[in-house]
């Protein structure tokens, strides 16, 4: 596949994805993007994958920055910009949109139908991500386990997650995993 | 739009955001809060509220979302996109930094093992998440059918993105409208 061809794939399909990220922000695109893009293409590994996204975490800014960083691990600067404008774009001319025609605060028993609707598919979209990322058919049980507490922490605490994500790094280096 | 809100320049908006943006490791929400309401007040807490609730049914990232709609109303289409510009740029090359020395040192035995423990404590923290989601969602007083009903779409959702690997999007174009149609049909109260 040549480079450019290479590039609109990744970016019609990201641009595609982005508007169907509904409710929960881009992170529940993540195990979408890793079938199309690790399962389906072999662009870059699941390992690479992940690791995309525990890099992202530990950086400051928005978490959609680790569809840049996969975009980047596939093609370089133009595989980040590409992937990072594709995911972020058709959103926001939407969202500019419904702004500028004031269609944002619709009150109507569609529109409310349509939030409570979401409500419950976020909820599923976010373990389903979770479940991803942790991969459980294929992981340690010291590997799970660090998964679970550190969902209990996050769960029962207001800490800053950067901190449970250095500590990640420090049990990872010791070697348990 | 507001018309008693001040027009602000998009360089100022572009700088706000990027403040807020650096200062957001593990997520940019919070701070979002403590500057534009806590310090440069800009608009007040149930205004942000307001804001944020839209924000999070529209599809895509929301605090871009957030940031389209806090920028517009302070300084139209182009405060809107210094907004956006602000929270991604300088991150973005952060990021990217953090990409070339994943791609040179990535082999390193020790930081592969770091990595795994990131990996691991990344998954807990979107667990986490769903589940804080899920229980606030259970929390409200609805009739039992009602949560009961929730439940069943928690998990569906999971199981037809997370088990079965679906594409997001036939999920969605099953879940959403049989959804909409179930909560349409319930009466209110």
């Known amino acids: 596949m040549t480079e450019l061809a290479l590039l609109a794939d990744l970016g019609i399909h990201l641009a595609l994805l982005s508007l169907t990220a509904i409710g929960g922000g881009v992170v529940m695109l993540a195990p979408e993007i890793e079938r199309f893009i690790v399962a389906s293409h072999g662009w870059i590994t699941h390992d690479q994958f992940a690791a995309s996204y525990a890099i992202a975490q530990a950086a400051p800014g928005p978490n959609l920055l680790f569809i840049s960083l996969v975009g980047w691990l596939i093609a370089g600067f133009a595989g980040a910009v590409t992937a990072t404008t594709a995911v972020l774009l058709p959103p926001a001319l939407l969202t500019l949109g419904l702004m500028r025609w004031g269609w944002l605060n619709s009150q109507g028993p569609w529109a409310r139908a349509i939030r409570e609707a979401f409500l419950p598919l976020a909820t599923g979209f976010l373990i389903a991500t979770a479940w991803t990322f942790a991969n459980p058919m294929s992981s340690s049980v010291a590997h799970l386990a660090l998964t679970i507490g550190a969902a209990v922490v996050a769960y029962r605490s207001k800490l800053n997650p950067v901190y449970l994500i250095a500590l990640g790094a420090a049990v990872g280096l010791s070697g348990v995993l | ?189």
């Open chain 2, 1 to 189: 739009m507001a018309p008693d809100v001040p027009r602000r320049p998009p360089l100022e908006i572009f700088r706000v955001f990027t403040v807020i943006s650096l200062m957001g490791f593990g997520g940019v929400l919070p701070f979002a809060y403590h500057r534009l309401v806590d310090r440069y007040r800009w608009l007040t807490a149930a205004e942000f509220g307001q804001a944020l609730g839209v924000c999070q049914i529209l599809p895509g990232p929301t605090i871009c979302n957030l940031g389209i709609v806090l920028g517009y109303e302070n300084g139209g289409a182009r405060g809107a996109a210094a907004a956006v510009l602000g929270l991604i740029t300088v991150p973005f090359l952060i990021v990217l930094g953090l990409g070339v020395a994943y791609q040179r040192f990535g082999d390193v035995a020790f930081v592969q093992n770091a990595l795994k423990g990131m990996i691991a404590v990344a998954a807990g923290l979107i667990l986490a998440t769903g589940l804080k989601i899920g229980a606030h969602m259970l929390k409200d007083r609805q009739p039992t059918a009602v949560q009961l009903t929730r439940l069943a779409f928690v998990v569906l959702a999971f199981l037809g993105l997370g088990v079965l690997r679906w594409p997001l999007i036939a999920v969605v174009c099953i879940l959403a409208p049989a959804g909409t149609l179930v909560f349409r049909a319930w009466p209110r109260p």
